[in-house]
């Protein structure tokens, strides 16, 4: 079955240390989004890509960096320049800009 | 700019009641609105959306019309089950955006 998938569900940091997420879809989607959830603050954007080797800054990209070498894989990187890292962490990719958004499973980074 | 805002949550009721869970939105030109839901632990996932004015989204039971003269999206279903207990994000995209925006969440549990 088609999907995205999300490693690790669960991610454990030391301050002041860099950390990676992966994302990986095999739905042969262009475009690729990061999200961050906080509790009653539903979802920030943090990066999107509309393509390989393209992407851009979302609402909240401070602290956070992201490649696009390939199609299927976005992953992002939580650097010690995040002031608050500890959130859940959703990506999500689309056909094509507007149309709806499938989501993998989320990482919940815990940075203490 | 666009955005969406929810009702406030936490919302409780018993199984079997009739559910509406408030959403309007702000934005200067002709969005597409939808529905997400997200279970525990999960990602978020479509539930319905409408891309004009008076279409009306449909699925699972829930229901919801875009009302431009109102600026509303209103979720409904008739008649709930425990099983539909998690959090329902509101959004909408604007044509040629670049983005989703969500609202904050609603989280609703259905007790036996």
């Known amino acids: 079955d088609g999907g995205i998938t999300q490693s690790p569900k669960y991610l454990f940091r030391k301050e002041g240390q860099n950390v990676t997420l992966s994302c990986e879809q095999n739905?042969?989607?262009?475009?690729m989004y990061w999200y961050r959830q906080d509790p009653g603050q539903g979802l920030r954007l943090i990066y999107y890509s509309q393509i390989v080797n393209d992407f851009q800054k979302g609402d909240i990209a401070e602290g956070y960096s992201v490649s696009r070498e390939k199609k299927e894989s976005f992953p992002l990187t939580v650097t010690s320049a995040q002031k608050n890292p500890t959130a859940f962490y959703l990506c999500a990719s689309s056909s094509e800009w507007n149309s709806p958004l499938h989501f993998g499973n989320g990482t919940r980074l815990t940075v203490t | 700019g666009d955005s969406v805002t929810q009702m406030e949550g936490p919302v409780t009721l018993s199984e079997e009641a009739f559910l509406t869970i408030n959403c309007t939105y702000t934005?200067?030109?002709?969005?597409?609105l939808f529905w997400y839901v997200q279970y525990p632990g999960e990602g978020l996932q479509l539930l319905l959306k409408?891309?004009?004015?008076?279409d009306k989204g449909s699925n699972k039971g829930f229901e919801a019309t875009y009302r431009k003269e109102t600026t509303s999206f209103h979720l409904e279903k008739g008649s709930v089950q425990v099983s539909d207990s998690a959090v329902y994000f509101c959004a909408l995209s604007e044509r040629g955006a670049q983005k989703l925006v969500f609202g904050q969440g609603t989280r609703l549990t259905i007790n036996p």
């Open positions: 409408a891309t004009k004015a008076d």
């Open positions: 739905l042969n989607h262009d475009a």
């Open positions: 934005a200067t030109g002709y969005p597409s």
